[in-house]
């Protein structure tokens, strides 16, 4: 069998415009979303008129059915510059929209997926609550079957692009019966009983929308039950395992930004009479980043392909999302090392990819969880 690490063509030229757009709209005013701690709406916006938040979904519903490999790229390649705005995209499709493309019925992938898949809209998902994260069954949010209406009561936290002017709604874990019986259901933006929270502050991904989510007997249709009922579970483990694929992609991305930060300030900052560059200290550290940032990127795009040809990649996704966001804190903190001074002030791009990285490694998984999900796979019968 031949092997080929080459990117097509066409994922090559996709490559080009999404690096355009970071680099010519995004990186201008990136640090100044971030400063504001204020998402950037047009920009999302100009995303969505690209067709980035129709990448994977089928053309029916306002996509463009490209491969997960595409995705990817787009992640890796805005992630580079802001990793805010990798972040609104990579929840934006994996968190947002993928359920409801996987597990909705057609009456509710036309309302609900199509103005996502189109870029006039986002979702959230909202699974982590106070007292669970990763422990997904100690769920307590609630919801209730009473005449033909769930009643829902309970919160969220930490719940991505659940309260910008584009969220149309979230997609909800909610125990519904013994078990306890997790299903998903859809919660429109502006229901009564539920309100969105007021905006964390955040050390990273500060240009990244974030609320909690409170459900004080909220109710909404049976029909917006998504997936069958007790299936929530099982389905949002699916939908996170492309997720951390992505995630992974964003940690690559970030990385490279460092690498490509790092290399440009040691060619142009001298120190003792030499470029930093041709100190062999520095440049050791250049190259065991750009390195790790390789094998990083190897490990992610292998497992985009395993999922592209429809091969189990549940161990895959979890490695390169565990090997890359660790990849990307060494790099970002390296990266700050070179910049000495220069790196620890908010003015430059490497101290903000810093504060960026370590949110890498606890979103989608904990680094602890991908070692659990790995070992797990590795002694399975």
């Not at 998402?39 to 980035?52: A, E, K």
């Not at 992640?75 to 996987?102: K, N």
């Not at 259901?185 to 989510?213: C, Q």
């Not at 990266?335 to 430059?348: F, K, L």
């Amino acid at each position: 069998m031949q092997m080929n690490f080459a990117f097509a063509p066409e994922h090559e030229d996709f490559r080009k415009v999404v690096r355009s757009f970071a680099e010519d709209v995004i990186a201008p005013v990136a640090q100044s979303f971030d400063e504001r701690e204020e998402f950037p709406v047009d920009i999302v916006r100009q995303m969505g008129q690209m067709g980035l938040f129709g990448l994977p979904f089928p053309e029916r519903y306002g996509g463009s059915d490209a491969d997960f490999i595409t995705v990817c790229i787009a992640v890796e390649e805005l992630a580079r510059v802001d990793s805010s705005i990798a972040a609104t995209l990579e929840a934006g499709l994996g968190l947002g929209a993928m359920p409801v493309h996987l597990f909705g019925t057609e009456d509710q992938k036309q309302r609900w997926l199509a103005p996502l898949a189109r870029g006039e809209s986002l979702a959230a998902f909202g699974l982590t609550e106070p007292e669970a994260g990763s422990d997904s069954h100690g769920l307590r949010t609630r919801a209730v079957l009473q005449k033909g209406e769930w009643v829902i009561n309970g919160t969220k936290a930490f719940i991505t692009n659940s309260g910008t002017p584009l969220t149309l709604f979230a997609t909800i874990a909610a125990v519904t019966g013994d078990g306890p019986q997790i299903s998903n259901i859809i919660v429109p933006n502006g229901t009564p009983g539920f309100t969105v929270g007021g905006s964390y502050r955040k050390i990273g991904w500060r240009a990244s929308d974030t609320h909690e989510l409170i459900f004080d007997d909220c109710r909404v249709p049976e029909e917006n039950l998504l997936g069958e009922r007790g299936a929530g579970h099982r389905n949002f483990l699916a939908v996170l395992d492309g997720g951390r694929v992505a995630i992974g992609a964003l940690a690559v991305g970030l990385a490279q930004g460092c690498v490509d930060q790092s290399v440009a300030y040691a060619k142009e900052r001298k120190a003792f009479g030499r470029a930093l560059a041709e100190h062999q200290a520095v440049a050791f550290k250049l190259a065991d980043m750009a390195t790790q940032t390789e094998h990083a990127r190897l490990g992610v795009y292998r497992a985009a392909w395993m999922k592209d040809q429809g091969m189990p990649f549940k161990k895959e996704a979890s490695m390169a999302k565990l090997f890359a966001s660790e990849v990307a804190v060494t790099a970002a903190r390296e990266a700050v090392q070179i910049h000495g001074g220069y790196g620890y002030v908010s003015e430059s791009p490497v101290s903000r990819f810093y504060r960026d990285a370590k949110i890498l490694e606890i979103g989608e998984g904990t680094s602890e969880v991908q070692r659990m999900v790995i070992a797990r796979e590795l002694l399975r019968p």
